[in-house]
């Protein structure tokens, strides 16, 4: 069961323009949303967040939206550039239980192109 | 160093003998993560240890699989047994424990199972 969703395994954006990166979630208990940027052979580095209570948290060239009644995230990155290229993760952890555990979605790969 | 520091790197193992991988995460965290991530999927939770609670295992794939955490502090993930499915990058991540923090992760032991 995967509770965290990011259906386009690829995205290619030319350089300047703006990446656009999805994720939908299934558990309505989640209220805490982290995006991660990881690069070959290295560990996912935290970028952005946003908590439920927001619906955009904004971090220089790096936006997060978030509509809860969609269960729909996403990443925006203006202007895109070369060196943003990776595997971007979504992922999400709620109150419940162990209250911050991450689901991650299963990624989405960003090339920027010259 | 300040961050979540892994041993070893790599580590190249024959099927059926024993690893050891280790986890050193950021002073003052008080939870600790172990995730994997094997070749084209996604990151996959094994356990999360907060403070004195008993972990949540929930994610462990197999009783050949298990970890420790002594003192609060450092981590040890034991594979016994090793199997090739076993071969994945693996993560240990650490956070102030808190919901809504962010969860920091070390560069990952790399495991091929031979």
């Known amino acids: 069961d995967q509770q965290v969703k990011q259906n386009s395994p690829s995205l290619s954006v030319q350089e300047g323009r703006i990446s656009i990166l999805n994720c939908d979630y299934t558990?309505?208990?989640?209220?805490?949303f982290l995006w991660y940027k990881k690069y070959p052979a290295e560990g996912p580095t935290f970028l952005i967040s946003?908590?439920?209570?927001?619906d955009k948290n904004e971090d220089g060239r790096f936006t997060v939206f978030l509509n809860k009644s969609a269960k729909h995230l996403s990443l925006h990155i203006v202007p895109s550039q070369p060196g943003d290229s990776a595997v971007y993760f979504c992922?999400?952890?709620?109150?419940?239980?162990?209250?911050?555990?991450?689901?991650f979605g299963t990624g989405t790969r960003l090339q920027v192109t010259l | 160093g300040a961050g979540v520091s892994q041993s070893p790197s790599n580590k190249v193992t024959e099927k059926g003998k024993d690893v050891e991988l280790r986890c050193d995460p950021i002073?003052?965290?008080?939870?600790l993560y172990w995730y994997r991530q094997s070749l084209g999927q996604g990151l996959e939770f094994l356990i999360y240890?907060?403070?004195?609670?008993?972990?949540?295992k929930s994610g462990l794939p197999s009783d050949r699989f298990s970890a420790e955490r002594t003192g609060g502090s450092v981590s040890t993930l034991t594979i016994q047994r090793t199997q090739q499915e076993d071969s994945a990058v693996y993560l240990c991540?650490?956070?102030?424990?808190?919901?809504?923090?962010?969860?920091?992760f070390g560069e990952g032991s790399w495991l091929t199972v031979v």
């Open positions: 002073s003052g965290h008080t939870a």
């Open positions: 991540a650490s956070s102030i424990g808190t919901h809504g923090n962010t969860i920091y």
């Open positions: 992922a999400a952890s709620g109150k419940t239980g162990t209250a911050s555990k991450l689901t």
């Open positions: 240890f907060q403070g004195n609670s008993a972990p949540d």
């Open positions: 558990n309505s208990m989640f209220d805490y």
């Open positions: 946003i908590s439920s209570i927001k």
